[in-house]
């Protein structure tokens, strides 16, 4: 069901884009346009046993459906909320004798919704699941292949006693699902734990460099305003993170939603001379600068199969030897230096390194805030990180400076109920404590901070993995 403040906004045909959405009234920064929850969604496959297949929240402990074993739940709440949409799925486990992928699971929802409550509008959707895009016709051989392999299992999954479907209904029910699933993510918003489809915001239309955001925050999605909005202007969100160049984002949007981006960062090429940048005094030839590039991507390759084998010390040797060869030649917003110190910062405080750490962290942030939106989520989930990476190092300034900025970021991208920003809050206060104690007597700060860190143990970094921050619109793999 919908929730909401859906009268702030209007379909309408974009040009060249087909439908779109707009503003009915003018909107500021965090403001949320409309809020909805999913028409039908689903937990990764690989997570169906640690996050609740209700809330999507991941829990220590969980109840499990007693009929199917499959299904997991915070606890009766959650359990009888479910119902309606897992009395079918638990009955077709049972019959079927096993649990089929994410896939054919929300393709199932999607249709047992569709026959209880017809194709027309539900109440408080701009567009039914029936008028949603699919792209079956844009589909490669590969991804023809998987459709057929998908629509197979889905048959023999789909129970006798429910509503038949014809082939090409159920195809576009999956290409709906490929192009329209959007990523839900745990309740800090650090892993993505699902997937679902949500009919409103599968109107709205992507740009690079977008004047909304969607975040999922205590099972619905919200639609905020990244800045300034006019009435009657097109509402739009990122599909993919920004941090590219023009022809790659081009070319990522091309492959996975099958449109030609227009947006005037990818026909102006904004930002592209800094992501590329090179040192000015001397100025690196460019056949050196291409060997760079090419040296980068090779140790990132490297740096992944290290990251997949846990071998962490290796990652922070290659990292290592990899911006000493760059920063001769790469300024410091070029994306290849900006991914090794985003990864090496990372690793290096979970292997509580904080001091090396700490420098790495100021630089990518230095860099990512000559790039990004100043209002951009991953902006801020990145700020954050790093000033709880100078935090432990014991940069107390730096720390709660970073913190104040990730905090104001959040509360535009996430809001101040969301739990990730609440957190951040009670670090703000923490660290704002601390930078006034530090001030009054550095000698008394730094003994009462060891008394403190050894009674209590230090809070580790969570283990880096090779999975990217959760993207926004969830692509089957």
């Known amino acids: 069901m919908t929730i909401g403040r859906m009268e702030n906004v209007e379909v309408f045909t974009a040009e060249g884009k087909g439908r779109g959405l707009k503003a009915t009234k003018e909107f500021w920064a965090a ?13 990764f496959d690989s997570l169906v046993n640690f996050v609740c297949h209700t809330c999507f929240k991941r829990q220590e402990k969980l109840h499990r459906c007693g009929q199917c074993k499959f299904a997991h739940y915070c606890d009766r709440t959650c359990q009888k ?15 079927y004798g096993k649990v089929p992928n994410e896939n054919i699971r929300l393709a199932a929802r999607i249709m047992w919704r569709v026959e209880r409550e017809g194709t027309g509008l539900t109440e408080g959707c701009l567009v039914s699941v029936d ?10 051989e590969e991804e023809q292949k998987e459709l057929r392999v998908d629509v197979d299992t889905f048959l023999q999954y789909w129970p006798p006693q429910s509503q038949q479907f014809s082939m090409q209904y159920i195809s576009h029910i999956f290409g709906v699902i490929n192009c329209n699933g959007f990523t839900l993510s745990d309740q800090r918003g650090l892993q993505a734990v699902g997937v679902g489809i949500f009919p ?17 925050n205590n099972g619905k999605i919200e639609l905020r305003a990244l800045g300034k909005i006019s009435e009657g202007e097109e509402l739009t969100v990122s599909y993919i993170d920004f941090l590219n160049v023009s022809e790659e984002r081009k070319r990522q949007l091309k492959k996975q939603y099958y449109f030609d981006c227009t947006c005037e960062h990818c026909q102006k090429k904004l930002k592209d001379d800094l992501f590329l940048g090179v040192k ?7 056949e050196v600068v291409k060997e760079m590039i090419q040296f980068s991507k090779d140790t990132l390759e490297k740096i992944d199969k290290a990251r997949s084998e846990g071998l962490y010390h290796e990652v922070v040797k290659l990292c290592r030897e990899c911006l000493q060869k760059q920063e001769p030649v790469f300024a410091d917003t070029n994306i290849y230096m900006l991914r090794i110190l985003s990864i090496v910062s990372e690793v290096l405080s979970y292997l509580q390194a904080f001091e090396e750490a700490s420098d790495y962290a100021r630089r990518m942030v230095d860099g990512y805030m000559k790039l990004y939106h100043p209002n951009n989520a991953q902006l801020g ?27 104001a970021i959040l509360l535009v991208t996430h809001g101040p109920s969301h739990p990730i920003t609440k957190d951040l809050e009670a670090m703000r206060v923490q660290t704002e404590m601390e930078l006034r104690m530090f001030r009054q007597n550095e000698f008394m700060y730094y003994k009462m901070r060891e008394a403190a860190l050894n009674n209590q143990p230090m809070q580790v970094m969570a283990e880096p993995s090779n999975e990217p921050a959760p993207a926004l619109f969830h692509k089957k793999q």
């Open 31 to 43: 403001d949320v346009i409309f809020a909805e929850r999913a028409y039908s969604a689903v937990v």
């Open 131 to 140: 008028d949603l895009q699919n792209h079956v016709e844009h589909f490669g």
């Open 280 to 286: 000015d005094n001397p100025k690196p030839s460019q």
């Open 81 to 95: 909320d479910a119902w309606l949409n897992h009395k079918n799925e638990c009955s077709a486990i049972k019959r």
């Open 200 to 216: 409103n915001l599968g109107l709205v239309n992507h740009d690079c460099w977008p004047n909304c955001t969607v975040i999922f």
């Open 381 to 407: 989930m990145a700020v954050m990180r790093a000033g709880l990476t100078n935090w432990h190092a014991g940069n107390i300034e730096v720390g709660h400076g970073m913190i104040c900025k990730a905090y």
